[in-house]
Nanobody, 126 residues
C-alpha cells in the first residue's frame, strides 16, 4: 500500500520546538516535490512549507517564515519540518504530501499533490 506516514507531533509549550518527519512506504517519492499543510479546527487546510524534489528550492507561508524549516533526505525518502518558536496559533493537524508536478511555482496549491499522509496533531499551549 502506497502511503506517507507522518510522525513527531505532540504537545509543546509556546516557544518550544518540534520536528515532524514524513516517511514514504510502498513506493518511492524521492523524485517528487513535497509539502507540509495544516488544518486547524473550523479552518481550511493551508499550505505551510514546500520543497522541490532536489531540495534546491523551498517556500513558506508568511506565518511561519523564519520559524519553520523544511528539508528532505532522498536516500531515506523522508521529508522533515523543523518547527521553532511555536505559537498557540500553530496548533493544527499537520499533513505531508507529495506530487510529481510540484514545483516552486505550484507548491502552495494543494491540488498539485497526489499523495497525502494521515496527519499528525501538533498542539501548542500558551
Amino acid at each position: 500500500q502506497v502511503q506517507l506516514v507522518e510522525s513527531g507531533g505532540g504537545l509543546v509549550q509556546g516557544g518550544g520546538s518540534l520536528r515532524l518527519s514524513c516517511a514514504a512506504s510502498g513506493r518511492t517519492f524521492s523524485s517528487y516535490g513535497k509539502g507540509w499543510f495544516r488544518q486547524a479546527p473550523g479552518k481550511e487546510r493551508e499550505f505551510v512549507a514546500g520543497i522541490t524534489w532536489s531540495g534546491s528550492d523551498t517556500d513558506y507561508a508568511d506565518s511561519v517564515k523564519g520559524r519553520f524549516a523544511i528539508s528532505r533526505d532522498n536516500a531515506k525518502d523522508t521529508v522533515y519540518l523543523q518547527m521553532n518558536s511555536l505559537k498557540p496559533e500553530d496548533t493544527a493537524v499537520y499533513y505531508c504530501a507529495a506530487g510529481p508536478s510540484v514545483t516552486i511555482a505550484t507548491m502552495k496549491r494543494a491540488t498539485r499533490y497526489n499523495y497525502w499522509g494521515q496527519g499528525t496533531q501538533v498542539t501548542v499551549s500558551s
